[in-house]
């Protein structure tokens, strides 16, 4: 398994790989969510688990999806509330459910939250990448952007043992967005066959999203007919400006 390539999608090449949420309430909601992106352009697609209102019915709404999708690369993301989630769910509870989606066998990468307890955590990471799954370690800050050196380090602790490190963060300034985009470029030229992920979030952060062939970031998100995170532009704008930003190299 290359850690790096999610469904012969491998994000240590080429132009920055574009990523499209997806998220329902319920199975049904999810089936029309899905049937939504014929049209729109991706690379990948990041089903948002914690949008589904009773957990219960994971294992079904990720069967529906697969129906409309059976070859999209799928990245499973449970977002906690602590990091802009919209399902509560405790630290134990949270990871059996990481668990039960790796064993499905339905997806082909995992996003893991780094800043939860590390024992738990280091065993989710063990369990995804014995089944094949390559490992999103995120961290996301609503509330600010840390120092840049703080930000390098968060990336270089998260690219640990094979992990693809997402850093999401808020920016109150301009000088932020590039803090952001320095502690990126730190890290990709720290680690040249590591992919990572980046983003500065809200309209101030947009720069960033669309940069990342300059700067190191290997995959960016866009919407289709709702956005999951403040800054996200419509997929079918972003591709087409990744593609300039790429042929004008």
């Known amino acids: 398994m290359n850690p790096y390539v999610i469904r012969g999608v491998d994000l240590t090449k080429g132009a920055p790989k574009l990523c499209i949420p997806l998220a329902g309430r319920s199975s049904a909601a999810l089936r029309r969510a899905a049937e939504t992106l014929a049209g729109y352009p991706y690379d990948l697609v990041e089903w948002r688990v914690d949008a589904l209102e009773d957990l219960a019915d994971t294992e079904a709404a990720l069967a529906a999806l697969r129906a409309v999708l059976p070859d999209a690369p799928l990245l499973a993301t449970f977002r906690t509330v602590s990091e802009g989630g919209a399902h509560p769910l405790g630290e134990e509870d949270y990871f059996a459910l990481l668990h039960r989606l790796i064993r499905t066998g339905m997806i082909d990468a995992v996003d893991i939250e780094y800043g939860r307890r590390s024992d738990l955590r280091d065993e989710a990471r063990?369990?995804?990448?014995?089944?094949?799954?390559?490992?999103?370690?995120?961290?996301?800050?609503?509330?600010?952007?840390?120092?840049?050196?703080?930000?390098?380090?968060?990336?270089?602790?998260?690219?640990?043992?094979?992990?693809?490190?997402?850093?999401?963060?808020?920016?109150?300034?301009?000088?932020?967005?590039?803090?952001?985009?320095?502690?990126?470029?730190?890290?990709?030229r720290a680690h040249p066959d590591r992919p990572i992920i980046t983003m500065s979030m809200g309209r101030l952060g947009v720069l960033s999203r669309l940069a990342g062939e300059t700067f190191g970031s290997a995959l960016t998100f866009g919407a289709a007919e709702t956005a999951s995170a403040p800054g996200q532009l419509n997929a079918r704008l972003l591709r087409q400006i990744l593609q300039a930003l790429h042929e004008t190299r």
């Open 126 to 188: 063990n369990a995804a990448q014995a089944a094949g799954l390559p490992v999103v370690m995120s961290a996301h800050d609503f509330q600010k952007t840390p120092t840049e050196d703080d930000m390098a380090a968060r990336l270089e602790a998260m690219g640990n043992d094979h992990g693809i490190a997402k850093l999401a963060v808020m920016p109150r300034c301009a000088e932020d967005v590039l803090a952001l985009l320095a502690a990126t470029l730190r890290a990709r």
